[in-house]
């Protein structure tokens, strides 16, 4: 991604749509059957369309999103109209210059270069723009906002008069809707997990006691995420269900057996060390053994993908404390078994 940014000019494509004010359609009465009368209204709409007041609108805005840190190559008819001028001895073409020069040159050629940048019979122009993703700090949606409030504020565009569309937007929204559902898939996780332990042991506060460390472990990897100011993306942000899926597996192994080997010993401290010398020594191994499978992703090129298995292990790695230190903590201090 850093070589497509530095080399090919951005990797994400980001379209700016300006639209135009529409000619009336009663400015011009022709005979419908009248095909040269047809052809000259169409030559007279290309040539009278390209005014000055389009070209610097265009021109304004091409320049500014160049301008733009986290934005790489950007095309227009603004790029055309820069090699038209060089190829003219540098000398700027005038507006019914343009219009001639759109009318006469070969569909093919018109099809070619200048109408993915420019549509007359919508009167609206497009300005193509690619992003680059490996930019340090960058903040998609923070972007898009710049954009929109500089286009109003510095650019003296109306809401109506442009669009942003594109691959950019498209997964801006879906990450914008990634940490939505995040946080509303933790909360319903939570009380899932909750009713999961209260079906299976049938004991309010023993139900309580499980569902913390689990959600300690991700909220705690959640903020290391947070204080590295690591981006949250379509890998980083599956972390946390990832560390309670896994992590809730060791407090149903530990607190199973703690109750079994409790109706037993009758002993919370004694029933500890029990567990820690048996299930404990299980979920350690375990835990390390998936720590270790995860950390392999660290060998690898691909930055989010590196960034999952780093921060995979690490919250596997909380889990396994939490669960060995903080729950058996809260067994001895709660002692949801009752006392004996």
Not at 16 to 22: A, D, G, S
Not at 88 to 97: C, F, I
Not at 125 to 132: E, L
Not at 261 to 273: C, V
Request: hydrophobic residues 45%; aromatic residues 10%; charged residues 20%.
């Amino acid at each position: 991604m850093k070589l497509i940014d530095e080399k090919l000019g951005g990797t994400t494509p980001l379209e700016v749509i300006i639209k135009f004010p529409k000619k009336n359609k009663n400015d011009d009465v022709v005979d419908e059957n009248d095909d040269w009368g047809e052809n000259e209204t169409q030559d007279d709409g290309s040539k009278y369309w390209f005014t000055k007041d389009k070209i610097d609108k265009i021109d304004k805005v091409h320049k500014y999103l160049d301008s733009l840190p986290a934005v790489g190559k950007v095309l227009s008819f603004s790029s055309i109209i820069q090699v038209a001028t060089q190829l003219n001895d540098n000398k700027p073409l005038g507006s019914l210059e343009m219009g001639v020069l759109y009318s006469k040159i070969p569909d093919s050629i018109r099809k070619e270069i200048v109408d993915p940048y420019i549509s007359i019979p919508d009167s609206e122009a497009r300005i193509s723009v690619r992003i680059k993703d490996s930019e340090e700090g960058l903040r998609r949606n923070e972007l898009i906002k710049q954009i929109k409030y500089d286009l109003v504020n510095k650019i003296e565009l109306n809401e109506e008069e442009y669009r942003l569309s594109g691959v950019f937007i498209l997964f801006n929204n879906l990450l914008q809707s990634l940490f939505k559902s995040q946080i509303l898939t933790l909360g319903f996780v939570m009380i899932g997990i909750f009713a999961m332990f209260f079906i299976l042991f049938k004991n309010i506060k023993l139900s309580l006691i499980g569902v913390v460390p689990n959600f300690i472990a991700a909220f705690f990897i959640l903020g290391i995420i947070g204080i590295a100011k690591i981006p949250l993306d379509m890998m980083t942000i599956t972390i946390a269900a990832i560390t309670i899926g896994i992590a809730v597996d060791n407090s149903i192994h530990y607190i199973y057996r703690f109750k079994e080997e409790y109706s037993n010993i009758n002993d919370y401290k004694l029933t500890l060390k029990k567990c820690h010398s048996t299930v404990g020594v299980a979920i350690l191994n375990t835990s390390i053994t998936i720590v270790l499978g995860f950390s392999i992703l660290i060998l690898s090129n691909f930055i989010p993908t590196m960034y999952f298995g780093i921060f995979t292990g690490v919250a596997m790695f909380l889990a396994m404390i939490s669960v060995l230190t903080l729950l058996p903590a809260l067994l001895l201090v709660f002692q949801p078994f009752g006392n004996k």
